[in-house]
């Protein structure tokens, strides 16, 4: 076996790669063996018929397929290792020659590793990050331990009010007429949750225990049932249960239950602290991104098509596996979608040459700075990798073969690119104008949703 490589245009190559006459002809025999007991010929018993008699009768090439499809997936991944090139696609292949007696001999059209020229990637400018927590971000933080904590008070002497989670019966009419999945029974609802549409929960504030009332709503525009969108309804309510949310009060004993500390200032640091811990490890992520972002941004490499189109297929397989974990199929979500594979791989293009890109520049970064992972990083790998799946290192170091290992220390190797690209970033401040801007922006925000809050007002 023998393997040529020539070098085409735009990061591609062509492999030729030589197989002996014996190995295709022992494939043509495998191929005989798995169909043979389903052919049958005059004057054979079926499943007894030789192979020349089934060349004879149906054509020399009859396994010729099969044979040859063996013979490549059985050859091509060894011999792709052998060719001394960095191979980054599926290929692309053909037979060249096959036939009894001859030698089988194939090409694969493949892309390798595209060159890659870096602009500036030390010193790279990123934007100092606030890592402070503000008393509204503690506070917010310690009414949801709260709400965890919250009781509930049964309530007889008085109508439905906002925050109020009540048990009700229901029924919807459009023209007069009841429709499908409109009906609930001992249905519970919290009053200002917004888990019906607008104005639903707004009309049974007021509403009294026992007593049936008329909710009348308008379906929005855009609801998902079409044969309801944009029209009007009436609910036929009636309340049969209203239960009053009490939040503990705020001192040292609610401190004392829900932490560790004593004391409400002693629980108002630690929520604090917390906070900036977080804060600090998502600006730490945030920063990294933002430089590699920068750097990719003025690399210059043109990548391969066929490079591009198996990492789209990758992503897809991705997007498989979740799907999957949340038991839906690939198939399942193109039939709803009315999708199809190769539409999706071609949506996830743009991430694909992101992905791409930003492997390329840490692997150029590797490559510049003399980059390179210890056997020290690998244990510490192992070792977190072992309390992720609680397994003992040793038992997963055991299960860990030399070609894995050598991608983990490449792997490795990478994240110290990204450590070194995030360390050499100098942190600026933020423009004035763009936190002018972005102080425009909230407020504008804010505006719109009280717009929306005015406009339920004026419809109810």
Request: glycine letters at 6%; aromatic letters at 6%; a negative charge.
């Amino acid at each position: 076996m023998s393997v040529t490589v020539e070098k085409l245009e735009k990061s591609m190559v062509k492999l030729t790669i030589t197989e002996p006459a014996e190995k295709f002809e022992a494939a043509i025999e495998h191929a005989y063996e798995k169909q043979k007991h389903s052919i049958s010929a005059p004057g054979f018993r079926k499943g007894k018929v030789p192979l020349k008699m089934v060349e004879k009768l149906y054509g020399e090439g009859v396994f010729y397929e099969d044979a040859a499809n063996e013979v490549i997936n059985t050859t091509y991944p060894e011999e792709a290792k052998t060719c001394g090139e960095e191979l980054t696609s599926m290929p692309k292949i053909s037979v060249s020659q096959l036939g009894h007696g001859k030698e089988f001999i194939y090409t694969a059209e493949v892309a390798v590793k595209p060159p890659v020229k870096l602009g500036e990637y030390k010193g790279v400018e990123v934007t100092k990050p606030d890592v402070t927590a503000t008393e509204e971000e503690v506070n917010k933080k310690i009414d949801e331990e709260r709400n965890k904590n919250a009781k509930y008070n049964e309530i007889t002497d008085r109508p439905v009010k906002d925050g109020d989670e009540i048990k009700l019966d229901f029924e919807g009419f459009v023209d007069g007429e009841a429709f499908q999945g409109g009906k609930g029974t001992d249905y519970p609802l919290t009053i200002g949750s917004h888990s019906f549409i607008p104005g639903f929960e707004e009309g049974l504030v007021g509403a009294e225990i026992g007593k049936e009332l008329d909710v009348n709503v308008t379906f929005p525009e855009n609801y998902q049932e079409k044969s309801l969108a944009g029209k009007p309804a009436v609910f036929k309510c009636t309340v049969k249960s209203i239960r009053e949310k009490v939040l503990p009060e705020l001192n040292d004993e609610f401190a004392d239950e829900v932490s560790e500390f004593s004391t409400l200032e002693e629980y108002k640091a630690d929520v604090k602290a917390k906070i900036e811990e977080q804060k600090a490890e998502d600006a730490k992520t945030a920063k990294e991104n933002e430089a590699i972002e920068k750097i990719t941004k003025d690399m210059k490499v043109e990548i391969p098509e066929a490079m591009l189109d198996t990492q789209a297929d990758q992503l897809v397989d991705e997007w498989g596996q979740r799907f999957q974990a949340q038991g839906l199929s690939l198939d399942q979500y193109f039939q709803y979608t009315g999708s199809n594979r190769k539409q999706m791989a071609e949506q996830l293009k743009p991430e694909a040459e992101r992905r791409i890109k930003t492997r390329l520049a840490l692997e150029e970064i590797v490559k510049l700075e003399n980059i390179t992972a210890t056997e020290e990083d690998f244990e510490a790998e192992i070792k977190k990798m072992a309390e992720q799946y609680r397994m003992e290192p040793e038992k997963l170091k055991g299960l860990v073969n030399d070609e894995e290992k050598e991608q983990m220390m490449k792997d490795l190797a990478v994240q110290k690119a990204v450590d070194f690209v995030a360390e050499n970033a100098v942190e600026v401040e933020k423009p004035a104008e763009e936190k002018k801007d972005e102080k425009k922006s909230d407020e504008e925000a804010a505006d719109k949703v009280e717009e929306k809050a005015d406009g339920k007002k004026d419809a109810e």
